[in-house]
T-cell receptor
Framework: NAGVMQNPRHLVRRRGQEARLRCSPMKGHSHVYWYRQLPEEGLKFMVYLQKENIIDESGMPKERFSAEFPKEGPSILRIQQVVRGDSAAYFC???????????????FGEGSRLTVL | DQQVKQNSPSLSVQEGRISILNCDYTNSMFDYFLWYKKYPAEGPTFLISISSIKDKNEDGRFTVFLNKSAKHLSLHIVPSQPGDSAVYFCAASRGTASKLTFGTGTRLQVTL
């Protein structure tokens, strides 16, 4: 499967624990985006990364959330000290590196569903 | 601040008829618009897009119309099929970044 791979698909954590969500982009894609979907809402942008660089983190909560996309390995979204309000579906998307105008199309993974008890 | 709005949370259409999904935006800097389709427990999949320099883009049964002066776009599906039943998200971007701003989605149900 050459699509965007996310794991785990489902994650249950108790309040105060840490959650780590992983995303491997499509082959040949070097841009990764994380979105969050709360119940009955649309997808909200969180962060945009390229290898070893955070390009835009304007949608990330100021505390407890961090993201990285190392030179080797998947992108990781890390949520420390989770609270019930963090329960959501977290989607990763990727796009290819383009030299010119980016068409904006993103390829999404199937999401990681976080439940905080 | 909801910059992309889909005011109809749901729509029911008979098989074979036309489905029209609507989307409004407030940010005049948006210059690229996309529609995504989402099935339960799956990620969104790209459907069709349109640049702000155009007012119509067609791909098979799917056509997107853009009215820049009204800051409004719509997705037409004709003829509608049961497999089209899904949640449809409108999204917009500006500049060369792929940061997409999504609407809240419209759930389309195509009935037999």
């Amino acid at each position: 499967n050459a699509g965007v791979m996310q794991n785990p698909r489902h994650l249950v954590r108790r309040r105060g624990q840490e959650a780590r969500l992983r995303c491997s982009p499509m082959k040949g894609h070097s841009h990764v985006y994380w979105y969050r979907q709360l119940p009955e809402e649309g997808l909200k942008f969180m962060v945009y990364l390229q290898k070893e660089n955070i390009i835009d983190e304007s949608g990330m909560p100021k505390e407890r959330f961090s993201a990285e996309f190392p030179k080797e390995g998947p992108s990781i979204l890390r949520i420390q000290q989770v609270v019930r309000g963090d329960s959501a579906a977290y989607f990763c998307a990727s796009s290819p590196l383009t030299s010119g105008r980016n068409t904006g199309e993103l390829f999404f993974g199937e999401g990681s569903r976080l439940t905080v008890l | 601040d909801q910059q992309v709005k889909q005011n109809s949370p749901s729509l029911s259409v008979q098989e074979g008829r036309i489905s029209i999904l609507n989307c409004d935006y407030t940010n005049s800097m948006f210059d690229y618009f996309l529609w995504y389709k989402k099935y339960p427990a799956e990620g969104p999949t790209f459907l069709i897009s349109i640049s702000s320099i155009k007012d119509k883009n067609e791909d098979g049964r799917f056509t997107v119309f853009l009215n820049k002066s009204a800051k409004h776009l719509s997705l037409h599906i004709v003829p509608s099929q049961p497999g089209d039943s899904a949640v449809y998200f409108c999204a917009a971007s500006r500049g060369t970044a792929s940061k997409l701003t999504f609407g809240t989605g419209t759930r389309l149900q195509v009935t037999l």
